[in-house]
């Protein structure tokens, strides 16, 4: 009873215990609620980008896919008509051994009976009849050409109604693709005199190859075409030594006391208590990534990774809290990221078996955790206080990275890779003005030739 | 006051509720860390982790009980890990036997003002300080209390004896006119 009764008398006063904080608690609080609210849509906006590249990925992707189907398909069309030109051709052949001897037998009527109209009509009718009975067999290209040769002849052997046979000839309908190769044909039988109809096959052959190479052109302008707009995915993993230092070269940095700010606000100040010496840690980054030919030895490099760094320092405590009154334990302080590399990478040389490109390019970070603790250097404690590290980061990244397996289906890059952060890691606190730096090895596989 | 309301703009961040709300609560909360901690600062610390803990957490709040005693509860949660990871109170929270102090038969009457009283508490090594806090204060058992120290329920026990009886001879010396050191801000 007596017990409850001054229990009871301590809580009825305590409870009436208040006190009134001062104005800065509130601020630190509301700025803490602001940057949550920061962060969150800092996630947001991170997780939206990544969505939009992925999914436009995909969808540049698909598009490729169905762009080189497409290709495909046309190159096999393209092939079946090649197939029927260069039958038409061989066609033409004997068509024009049987327009040489015409023009033979002309050529000799006109030495002898000159001005023998009706025989010289006669044999034109017959040249007529001729080609007009190959129509089945050919198509109507070949009347075409027999135009341009007959017109020679004429031209030669003073020849008067050709033009007629040449008009009713060409009423015929022709189709995009023949025109294209009769033009071609054309093209070299008006090149060649009418003496060189004598060599017919040569002339075929000369055809034949012209428009093979053509093929073959446009073929490789597909592939060309093709591999230019094609995104290229991969995985890649690049692991090492990451530290913080005040510049490029410097992944550690010496014992100093700083200014924290946040603990003991209206406390008394003391000077003494410094950090230990921050050290190097392990650092990787793995992640997806993407790549595209600009050029041809220009490729844009994209993708989404997560990077963790490390850096550690000596402690005083053994149960969990921290101080830099003696450094005695180790404690690592962890900082992890997510990563969205833009990069270009550029085909170094003229190695077949082994290319060597240089990437160059810039990396925005999102931290989504740390364990990184702050020095109060009044009280000599270790603290936790995420808010003082700059949460969005932009950096430099480089890599010389070797091709292996570069003629196989899936090729694998490796070559060493450095990471410099331009932005500040905080403000304030330990790692004020700091800058982390990665350097290590850099390994990629990507999917896909 | 609307406290459904209230809580409502706060999960909504609505800045004016916030304020609102923390001006409401924090003359009281502030005394219940000012019991816990050894300085003012050191109390405004755990003030200020408390109340983010409170909006972060605020959409969990069910109105089951009173929003007040949700609030406390965070804030003794939040007091107790700040003297776990806090190296100037591991020393004192170390909860070994020590020597007993003489217990007082006659339990006095505090007429003591609420600040003396609470200074005196303060005085307490932090172990006495954070048990009898949480079983004469904030009414909380000793078992309860070991689960949330890690101690066993008769260490709590001992060490509230401890404190009680210190805290009676404190007591009986202050009535007697023996002037505590003055608390404050530094």
New interface residues.
């Given amino acids: 009873m007596e017990e409850n009764k001054f229990e009871k008398q301590v809580q009825q006063k305590m409870n009436e215990l208040q006190i009134q904080p001062s104005e800065a608690v509130w601020k630190k609080i509301e700025s803490q609620i602001e940057k949550k609210k920061e962060r969150r849509w800092g996630l947001i906006i991170l997780f939206l980008c990544s969505v939009i590249i992925l999914s436009g990925g995909y969808w540049l992707w698909n598009g490729e896919k169905q762009k080189v189907v497409e290709n495909s398909r046309s190159e096999k069309s393209m092939l079946e008509k090649n197939s029927n030109s260069s039958a038409t051709i061989k066609e033409d052949t004997i068509v024009q051994q049987q327009i040489h001897s015409t023009s033979e037998s002309a050529n000799r009527k006109n030495n002898d009976v000159a001005k023998d109209e009706e025989k010289r009509k006669a044999k034109e009718n017959t040249l007529f009849n001729n080609s007009k009975a190959n129509q089945p067999f050919n198509l109507d290209d070949k009347s075409a050409t027999m135009f341009s040769i007959k017109k020679k002849i004429k031209d030669k052997t003073d020849g008067k109604t050709e033009m007629q046979i040449s008009s009713a000839e060409t009423s015929q309908k022709q189709t995009v693709n023949e025109n294209t190769i009769n033009d071609s044909l054309n093209k070299n039988y008006k090149e060649i005199s009418v003496d060189s109809l004598s060599k017919p096959v040569v002339l075929d052959e000369t055809i034949k190859h012209e428009d093979t190479s053509k093929h073959q052109q446009a073929i490789i302008e597909t592939i060309k075409h093709s591999n230019k707009k094609r995104w290229k995915f991969g995985l890649l993993f690049a692991s090492g030594v990451s530290g913080a230092g005040k510049d490029v070269f410097s992944l550690t940095y010496p014992a100093a006391s700083y200014n924290s700010g946040n603990l003991n606000s209206g406390g008394p100040q003391q000077q003494g208590f410094s950090s230990s010496a921050t050290k190097a840690g392990f650092g990787f980054i793995a992640g997806v990534s993407a790549e595209k030919n600009i050029s041809k030895k220009i490729e844009f490099a994209s993708g989404i990774n997560f990077k963790s760094f490390s850096t550690s320092f000596k402690l005083y405590d053994s149960a969990g809290t921290y101080s830099a009154r003696i450094a005695a334990n180790k404690y690592i302080n962890h900082f992890n990221f997510i990563e969205v590399p833009l990069s270009l990478k550029f085909q170094l040389g003229n190695g077949k078996h082994l290319p060597l490109s240089w990437q160059a390019g810039i990396s925005i970070s999102e931290l989504i955790s740390s364990n990184a603790l702050q020095l109060n250097s009044s009280t000599g404690y270790y603290y936790k206080d995420n808010s003082l590290l700059n949460k969005t980061q932009v950096g430099f990244n480089t890599a010389f990275l070797l091709t292996l397996f570069s003629k196989q289906k899936n090729s694998i890059l490796i070559g060493p890779y450095f990471y410099y952060d331009a932005s500040k890691i905080a403000n304030e606190g330990l790692y004020d003005k700091k800058h982390f730096v990665f350097t290590g090895l850099h390994t990629q596989i990507i999917f896909g030739k | 006051m609307d406290y459904k309301k209230l809580v409502a703009d706060c999960i909504k ?1 609505i ?1 004016d509720a ?2 609102q709300l ?1 001006e409401h609560f ?3 909360m ?3 860390c ?2 816990y901690t050894k ?7 755990v ?2 982790d408390g ?2 803990k409170v ?2 957490h605020l959409h969990s709040y069910k109105f089951e009980g009173e929003l007040g005693g949700w609030i406390r509860k965070i804030m003794v949660n939040t007091a107790l890990n700040f003297l ?5 109170y ?1 020393y004192d929270l170390s909860f070994s036997e020590m020597p007993l102090h003489p217990v007082s038969t006659n ?4 007429d ?1 003002q ?2 003396e ?2 200074e005196l ?1 303060r005085q307490l090594p932090t172990g006495f300080q954070t048990i009898f806090n949480l ?3 904030e ?1 909380y058992s000793h078992v309860e209390i070991a689960s949330m120290l890690g101690i066993s329920d008769g260490t709590s026990r001992s060490q509230y004896a401890r404190a ?1 009886a210190l805290l ?1 001879d404190w007591i009986e010396k202050f009535s007697l006119k023996e002037q505590p050191e003055k608390y404050g ?2």
């Fill in positions: 961040c800045p916030q304020r923390y924090a003359p009281a502030l005394g219940i000012f019991r300085s003012i600062a050191d109390a405004e610390d003030l200020q109340f983010i909006f972060k776990k990871t806090s190296k100037k591991q339990d006095p009457v505090v003591l609420t600040k009283l609470a508490i079983h004469a204060v009414g009680r009676i801000r530094k």
